[in-house]
Every structure is written in structure tokens, then in C-alpha cells.
């Protein structure tokens, strides 16, 4: 007799089910209908692997959904008036269910149970559907990949089905939210960037926000970057990812460990550190930053899709708070033809930024360069500076621009004064805070009420180190 070959012997498989843990949950519910709450949520009729399970289900869902009470009665009736009740196994059967539940307190755990065997049909009918889309030879690779991931991201984010939120819920959702605020004013609110003025004007970055960071070249952006990277990690215990496409790591890292040990930058890259302070203070910072949650990405040329991917991956493995993009204007699209322009190439690159920023949930910051018109028409920019495309204004939520006043003018009665400009704030009111630039430490600081301005009006009402 010859043996089955393999494919043939995976054909016959069973899928993962767990027939127990179904007759057990439903059991559960009808006898404690209050955890429909939270099992209505994650468990859809669809989770159930039998189809007796699947439709008595369906049918205590719709009955929780009208707000009718769930028993054996109101479960009986409704699957006649649907002629489904000889199709599950009659009254019997449901009364069955309800009378042998081990322990209808275990009922999440019963959920969990089920849900677990429902993600792993559906990663396996994501792995064929995966397959046959790489057995059709398509064009993109990376467009594939990124189709691929997505499938096996939509069976593990079984939430994400929900399109549509009634009003009536998003209003009492942001009551919730108006009065924990109100009752704990110190509490953060947003990711905080460390400096005073610049949180009090923002309240932090909020999630899902695209926040565009902007300066020409040499007025600190990778700096202020790697300044509110090191804040939120340090300070506040915030996961930061951040995706270097201009500098490599080792430099991101040579310029955090003198801003935060205090120590000249060119020494410390050049191996001129010449006293016991300085590298006992190198030591101290290297301890500290080694702790930190912040997660770098320096792969040149990374496109929208492998960027993604990445973050996605990122914020499975280790959670994500902050996601950096330095800088905007060099990474790959993805979409765009070889005849399409650089307008057209940055306008799919923000709008993708912001997708992402949506579709993680978190605040996105990406630098951006400035066009020539600052330089040749003098003064501080405008949002109309923004290079290569009006859509960078449009897609982000937050424009800040970094303006240094001795960088244009050498004579400057301001020497290292920075100012941070918010040109846009979608949420919140637009201002300007200004922060001392430390060249020989790169980095920013706060400035404290002897420089006036409206940095010293925001000191008065500092915000609080839990912001």
C-alpha cells in the first residue's frame, strides 16, 4: 500500500478548535449574560469552529445587542423564530450547555480559549491565501510582503473589524476621558518633549499626530530629534523607534552620549576625552541610555512599505509611545511612478506618514527640509517654506519650526537662542517657546526667566515633570 504524501497528510488536518472551551462559554453567558459586555468585543460568531456553536452564538449576540435579557428561554425562542433550534440540537442541547459549565466565573478564560483557536484558523487561511498570492508571481515584492503582513496583522488585531463607532458611545467615551483629565491635572496628557515650554504650548504629542518638524540645514534638527527622543525614554519611561536615514546609528548615539554625559562632542568622537570626570560622566550616560527604550533604524534607503513594516513589528515586540522619521525627504515611495515628481513622491510620503501614525496610534515626528525661499527672501519661515509640497501642511497636525537668529546673522544680540516655532496645531492654540542650543554639547535646554520672552511666561506655569 503506498504511503500519503505529506501535502495529502496536511489536507486532513483538522483545524485548531477547542470544543470544550465553545459549549463551555456559551453555558457561561446564559448563566452570567453581564460578560456579554466584554466577550461581544473579542468573540464573534465566527470564533466558534462548530456550527451549532457559531449560530446559538449569533443568536445570544443579536439578543444582547437588542438589550433583551439572556437565558435558556430567551436562547430557545430566539433560534425558533429563526428556525435554527432542531438545527443545534433543539432545547435539549441549549439547556445542556447551560447545566454543564465547569465554572461560569472562568468564562474570560473560556473566551480566551476560543479566541486563541479562532487566530489560528485564521493565520492558517491567511498562510494560503498568502501562498497563492506568492504563486501568482506578482510584480512587487515589497507590495506583496506588505499585503502579507497585513493579513496576518488583521487576525491578530481582531478588534480592528470594527469600522463604525455610534455617536452616542464616542460621547460618553470622551466624558470618561474629560473627567480623569480634570481629576488628575498633572498627569501627562501627551508624550512629553522635555521642554517646559514646548509641552505647556502642545500638552505633548498626542497619538495618531503627525507632527512635522522643519528648519534648513544646520539649525538642529536631528539635535532638538534625538533631544525629545532621549526626554520621553529617560525621563518617562517612552518607547521610541526611530528611523535614521541620514546618519548611522553609531553617530545618533555619539551625539546622545555627550548631550546627556555634558561632555565636549568633538572629544568624545575623536577619543580625546582627557580627564577622569569627563569619563566617569561618559560612563554614568552610557549606564543610563543603555536602559533606555529607544530603538534605532539606520538602513539607508528604506522605502514606506519596509518602514511599516518595521514600526509594526516594533510595537508587537516592544510596545512604541514615539516614532521619529529623520528625515522626511529621503525616504523611497513606494506608489509612485519614474515620471512622477518630487511634489507628487513627498505628497504620498506625508500622507503615508500619517496613515501610519493613525494606524499604530501613535505620534509620528518627521523633519523636513525647508525650501531656498527662507534664505533668499530672509526672516523666519512660513508654512508656505515647507519643500516640495503644500501636502505636508495639509496631512500633519502639528508644523514646528526651528529658527536661529544667530545662524543668519553672526551679530545676533541672541547667540545660541533657539526659537521653536508651532505654525500649526490642529487641536490647540500656535505659539513660539524658545530653548538654549548647547553647540558644544549638541544639544537644547530650557531656558530659564532671566532670557524673557515667552519661554519665561510659560516657566511661570512650568508644567510638572509627569506631564
Not at 321 to 350: C, R
Amino acid at each position: 500500500m503506498a504511503q500519503s504524501t505529506p501535502s495529502l497528510n496536511k489536507s486532513l488536518r483538522t483545524s485548531p478548535h477547542n470544543i470544550e472551551a465553545e459549549r463551555a462559554l456559551i453555558g457561561a453567558i446564559m448563566l452570567k449574560p453581564d460578560i456579554m459586555h466584554d466577550t461581544s468585543v473579542t468573540i464573534y460568531p465566527e470564533s466558534f469552529y462548530a456550527d451549532k456553536h457559531r449560530v446559538i452564538y449569533d443568536a445570544i449576540l443579536s439578543i444582547f445587542m437588542k438589550g433583551d435579557p439572556i437565558d435558556l428561554l430567551s436562547v430557545t425562542t430566539r433560534l425558533k423564530e429563526k428556525d435554527q433550534l432542531e438545527r443545534v440540537g433543539g432545547a435539549t442541547y441549549i439547556t445542556e450547555l447551560a447545566e454543564t459549565v465547569p465554572a461560569a466565573g472562568n468564562a474570560h478564560y473560556y473566551a480566551e480559549l476560543v479566541q486563541n483557536k479562532a487566530i489560528l484558523r485564521g493565520l492558517i487561511l491567511a498562510a494560503e491565501d498568502i501562498a497563492e498570492l506568492a504563486y501568482g508571481d506578482p510584480e512587487s515584492l515589497d507590495e506583496t510582503l506588505d499585503i502579507a503582513e497585513k493579513k496576518v496583522y488583521s487576525v491578530t488585531n481582531t478588534n480592528s473589524g470594527q469600522k463604525f463607532k455610534t455617536l452616542g458611545s464616542s460621547l460618553t467615551e470622551a466624558w470618561e476621558r474629560f473627567e480623569y483629565l480634570n481629576a488628575n491635572q498633572d498627569e501627562r496628557r501627551g508624550v512629553p518633549s522635555g521642554f517646559n515650554s514646548i509641552d505647556s504650548l502642545l500638552s505633548g504629542f498626542q497619538k495618531s499626530d503627525l507632527i512635522i518638524l522643519a528648519a534648513r540645514p544646520s539649525m538642529g534638527k536631528t539635535t532638538f530629534a534625538l533631544d525629545i527622543a532621549r526626554n520621553a525614554a529617560l525621563k518617562y519611561k517612552a518607547s521610541v523607534g526611530i528611523f535614521s536615514l541620514e546618519m548611522s546609528d553609531q553617530q545618533l548615539v555619539d551625539r546622545m552620549l555627550a548631550a546627556e554625559a555634558g561632555v565636549d562632542s568633538w572629544k568624545l568622537r575623536t577619543g580625546k576625552l582627557s580627564t577622569d570626570a569627563e569619563y566617569e560622566a561618559v560612563q554614568a550616560a552610557m549606564a543610563k541610555l543603555a536602559d533606555a527604550p529607544i530603538h534605532i533604524d539606520d538602513q539607508p534607503g528604506t522605502n514606506l512599505l519596509q518602514m511599516r513594516s518595521s514600526a509594526r513589528r516594533l510595537k508587537n515586540e516592544h510596545g512604541l509611545d514615539l516614532l521619529i522619521v529623520d528625515y522626511l525627504q529621503l525616504i523611497h515611495p513606494t506608489n509612485t511612478k519614474a515620471s512622477d515628481n518630487m511634489v507628487q513622491q513627498v505628497t504620498e510620503i506625508s500622507r503615508s506618514l500619517k496613515l501610519l501614525a493613525r494606524e499604530l496610534n501613535v505620534p509620528v515626528i518627521a523633519l523636513s527640509q525647508l525650501s531656498r525661499a527662507v534664505e533668499q527672501r530672509g526672516g523666519k519661515p512660513r508654512l508656505s517654506d515647507l519643500r516640495d509640497s503644500g501636502s505636508i501642511e495639509q496631512d500633519a497636525d502639528v508644523v514646528m519650526f526651528i529658527h536661529r537668529e544667530d545662524k543668519i546673522n553672526k551679530d545676533s544680540d541672541r547667540p545660541n537662542i533657539a526659537e521653536i516655532m508651532v505654525e500649526k496645531h490642529r487641536n490647540g492654540p500656535v505659539g513660539m517657546a524658545e530653548l538654549y542650543f548647547d553647540a558644544q554639547h549638541v544639544r537644547f535646554l530650557n531656558l530659564d526667566t532671566k532670557h524673557g520672552g515667552m519661554s519665561a511666561a510659560f516657566s511661570d506655569n512650568s508644567v510638572n515633570d509627569d506631564f
